[in-house]
């Protein structure tokens, strides 16, 4: 049997999803990509406007519908509640951290005063507020490639991206900066990707579940137990990293960041790995504690 991969029909979607095909075929399963779209890909407004999962809901139906047997998501694109009509694997996971793409080949601290500076995730607004107030923030939609060409064009003299989504497609080399997560905290589960099949289809959990990670599931899961802690949406200004350490405990530090960059709350905390999940929900209930609740209340 050929499993059909349910995918976005850009180019970073379409990689991951080749890759997802390879590691399935390293395990004997024959997959092959089918182009799902969706309201994302026709409706160029802020994510914030259209929706919490708009990128993800589309291939879900698509795939409950039977149209695809498996579909493959950016990990922080996906809802925080989990959706009970399907098993979800995390495969190995891609360099969470986020660079800035700069003329020049500028850094962060390098960009004059008032630089414009594209991007939409208001995580990464508040931050970038939190260390430059100066900056002109201009939102930011597109694929790689056009979102790299506002400053190529000179319409903006930065952007920030994922940097795994460039390393991916062999981008990696036109990032003037990669940002270190202690001083640029990610998304939860950036670089992760979200594997999923219907649950109700044993062939098919057997196969995802061959290319499941284990560090990148227990790291992806005590971030993303940070937004279900916190009741926030992957649009929320709220940032997770985790480290998984030799000890086989994890490190986690998680903020909650005011969009005009002037406060911020961060915690870091450790637990075993096999407590991820509940790890995340704790330093969540840290960050409250701190105030977090106000913060996302005013964002």
């Not at 971030?223 to 985790?242: F, Y």
């Amino acid at each position: 049997m050929t499993f059909k991969i349910g995918t976005r029909g850009s180019q970073l979607a379409t990689t991951q999803s080749g890759h997802v095909q390879d590691w399935l075929a390293e395990h004997g399963y024959e997959a092959e990509l089918t182009i799902v779209t969706t309201a994302g890909d026709v409706n160029m407004a802020p994510v914030e406007r259209i929706g919490v999962g708009v990128f993800t809901q589309a291939l879900r139906e698509h795939l409950y519908a039977g149209h695809c047997d498996i579909a493959v998501h950016s990990f922080k694109d996906l809802p925080s509640a989990k959706d009970e009509r399907f098993e979800l694997i995390v495969p190995q996971r891609e360099d969470p951290r986020d660079c800035l793409i700069a003329r020049d080949g500028m850094t962060l601290k390098d960009l004059p005063e008032g630089a414009k500076v594209g991007t939409g995730a208001p995580r990464r607004i508040s931050q970038l507020k939190a260390i430059r107030p100066d900056l002109d923030i201009r939102p930011l939609r597109g694929n790689i490639t056009t979102r790299m060409s506002k400053v190529t064009e000179g319409e903006l003299d930065a952007v920030v991206l994922a940097y795994a989504g460039l390393s991916r497609v062999d981008l990696g080399a036109k990032a003037t900066q990669v940002l270190d997560t202690q001083e640029f905290i990610p998304a939860p589960a950036q670089g992760a990707l979200a594997v999923e099949c219907r649950a109700d289809n044993p062939e098919v959990v057997a196969a995802i579940r061959a290319i499941a990670d284990p560090q990148a599931t227990a790291c992806s899961a005590a971030e993303r137990g940070v937004l279900i802690g916190l009741q926030a949406g992957c649009t929320a200004p709220v940032a997770a990293h985790s480290v998984y350490n030799e000890d086989d405990t994890i490190t986690l530090t998680a903020g909650v960041f005011a969009l005009d960059g002037k406060s911020n709350v961060v915690v870091t905390e450790s637990a075993a790995v096999a407590e991820a999940a509940e790890l995340g929900l704790k330093v969540a209930e840290m960050l409250r504690a701190q105030g977090a609740g106000r913060i996302l209340a005013a964002s």
